[in-house]
């Protein structure tokens, strides 16, 4: 049973235009969302995240945009540069948990995204 | 740098033969995660410390196990490793923000 889903396993843009990852969730309890950047021989880093209050949480480049009633989030990237190229992943969590199973994070299975120049 | 290291980056190890993979952080951070990745799936959670309290997945192989002697340092044992064990194994720690996980570059591990 797979909570969070990222069903695009690759993508691939023209550097200057918009990249849209997505992602799809399945638990409603789920109510703290993360995107994390992977390059090749490195750990994981997070990129931007958004609560559940909110449906936009924007970083420079990076807009995280979050549709609760559809249980969907995506991550835009604009303008994409060639150094954006890497495995993006999406990540969930419940604070209701409390105790130490806070902060618990939920991983999609990742989408490599390839910036042409 | 505060960083989180994980050691040995490749680890090759024979079927059945214990092996044990370490994790150090120097963010003073009180939760320490690993995670086990195989290809092209998405990291999964084997077990986490809160502290010194240790809190293990339910579907976590008994294979696996853990052990954290102090804040900064975390290890992951495989007692009896198996084919289907070889895979990516990620540690993660967080702090304050318990929601943003840190984590170390891996330990791939391969079992022959």
């Known amino acids: 049973d797979q909570q969070v889903k990222q069903n695009s396993p690759s993508l691939s843009v023209q550097e200057g235009r918009i990249s849209i990852l997505n992602c799809d969730y399945t638990n409603s309890m789920f109510d703290y969302f993360l995107w994390y950047k992977k390059y090749p021989a490195e750990g994981p880093t997070f990129l931007i995240s958004i609560s559940s209050i909110k449906d936009k949480n924007e970083d420079g480049r990076f807009t995280v945009f979050l549709n609760k009633s559809a249980k969907h989030l995506s991550l835009h990237i604009v303008p994409s540069q060639p150094g954006d190229s890497a495995v993006y992943f999406c990540?969930?969590?419940?604070?209701?948990?409390?105790?130490?199973?806070?902060?618990?994070?939920?991983f999609g299975q990742g989408t490599i995204l390839t910036v042409h120049p | 740098d505060a960083m989180v290291i994980q050691n040995p980056r490749y680890q090759v190890t024979q079927f059945g033969k214990p092996v044990t993979l370490s994790c150090s952080q120097t963010l003073n951070h009180n939760v320490m995660y690993w995670y086990q990745q195989k290809s092209s799936q998405a990291p999964k959670l084997l077990f986490h410390y809160y502290d010194k309290d240790f809190n293990n997945e339910a579907d976590t192989p008994d294979n696996f196990q853990s052990r954290r002697p102090n804040t900064s340092f975390c290890f992951l044992d495989i007692r009896s490793p198996g084919l289907g064990d070889a895979a990516m194994y990620l540690c993660?720690?967080?702090?304050?923000?318990?929601?943003?996980?840190?984590f170390g570059a891996g330990t791939r591990l391969s079992v022959l």
């Open positions: 990540a969930a969590s419940a604070s209701y948990a409390g105790g130490t199973s806070y902060g618990k994070l939920t």
């Open positions: 993660a720690t967080s702090g304050s923000r318990k929601n943003i996980q840190y």
